[in-house]
């Protein structure tokens, strides 16, 4: 078991989140990667999922600005032929979210303080044994290292992150898409023009 040393702050770490929408595939994902591997690009975390148009996928990628330049990411992605568009969205109001699935050795006497810590970091148990407890906890990528730091006293014995997934508030949309229009179905499809 391969031990991370969580402890090392010496640098302040400063992270860009770009999105890019993509065509829905078979190998966008690894032209990205590869991209990433050739340019010698570190990604912190690279999220990938369908929106609303089953033709189209959605990245989130995020970027040590100390290792990588993200405006040479944007600039080397939209080269790209299924990129569709890229946008860095570190600057703009956004909502970003992560989740983490964390088990933690437990026994009976400290289910309780930990369901108590559940409780105030508004997670979810969602699976519990007689020596563990597996936690989901969702919420800014802050709030996912506290409940972490607050846990590991009681031994984390395996945890996984979804990766970083963002949306510009407001009333914008995404600008490598129009906004959703009403086109006669009743289903208020998007009109996607090639």
């Known amino acids: 078991m391969t031990l991370v040393d969580r402890t ?9 989140v770009l999105m890019a929408l993509v065509e829905n595939k078979p190998g966008v994902l690894t032209r990205v990667a590869s991209l990433f591997r050739r340019r010698g690009f570190n990604i912190e975390s690279l999220t990938v999922g369908r929106t609303d148009n089953p033709d189209i996928s959605r990245m989130t990628i995020v970027v040590d600005a100390n290792k990588t330049n993200a405006t040479m990411v944007a600039n080397n992605l ?24 964390i088990k933690v050795r437990s026994d009976a006497q400290k289910l309780f303080e930990i369901n108590q810590m559940v409780d105030i970091y508004k997670a979810k148990v969602v699976d519990i044994c007689a020596e563990s407890v ?8 802050a709030k996912i290292e506290s ?21 510009v508030r407001g009333s914008g949309y995404f600008a490598g898409l129009p906004p959703v229009e009403d086109n006669g179905n009743g289903r208020g499809m998007a009109i996607y023009e090639a």
């Open 78 to 101: 939209i080269k790209l032929v299924n990129v569709i568009d890229v946008q860095e969205v570190t600057t703009e109001p956004t909502v970003s979210r992560d989740l983490a699935l």
């Open 147 to 167: 409940m972490v730091g607050m846990l590991e006293p009681y031994g984390i014995l395996e945890m996984v992150r979804t990766g970083l997934v963002a949306m």
């Open 134 to 141: 597996i936690i989901e906890v969702t919420g800014p990528e």
């Open 8 to 16: 090392n702050t010496s640098a302040k770490k400063t992270t860009h």
